[in-house]
């Protein structure tokens, strides 16, 4: 089992950034891959970025390229997603998701390959 806590969420204008957080416990940490995940009601869970065992693999979705930044800290058992230039469709609640790997290279962007998930944080931007 893992279990994950994410942290950092609030509201922020337009043009602002924020820094979400997921911290990790019940497995070893650098045998997970990470993903963030973000939704709102009435919609679809949307792939965020994902990161590997290998901190240099990273993924994003076309939207976030450029703004989000996904990074891990092994030693503080954490994941982080730096969310800058922020705009209003950003407003989601933002969840963290893990799965262990074998490959260290490996991450993916579906929901259906994480087995484990937080509960999630809310982000706000106002325009």
């Known amino acids: 089992q893992v279990q994950l806590v994410e942290s950092g969420g609030g509201l922020v204008q337009a043009g602002g950034s924020l820094r979400l957080s997921c911290v990790a416990s019940?497995?070893?940490?650098?045998?997970?891959?990470f993903a963030w995940f973000r939704q709102v009601t009435g919609k679809e869970r949307e792939f965020v970025a994902a990161?590997?065992?290998?901190?240099?693999?990273?993924y994003y979705a076309d939207s976030m390229k450029g703004r989000f930044t996904i990074s891990r800290d092994n030693a503080k058992n954490t994941v982080y997603l730096q969310m800058n230039s922020l705009k209003p469709e950003d407003t989601a609640v933002y969840y963290c998701?893990?799965?262990?790997?074998?490959?260290?290279?490996?991450?993916?962007?579906?929901?259906?390959?994480?087995?484990?998930w937080g509960q999630g944080t809310q982000v706000t931007v106002s325009s």
């Open positions: 990161i590997a065992k290998n901190a240099a693999f990273t």
């Open positions: 998701a893990a799965v262990e790997t074998y490959w260290s290279s490996s991450y993916y962007s579906g929901p259906l390959e994480y087995d484990y």
């Open positions: 019940g497995r070893t940490f650098s045998s997970i891959a």
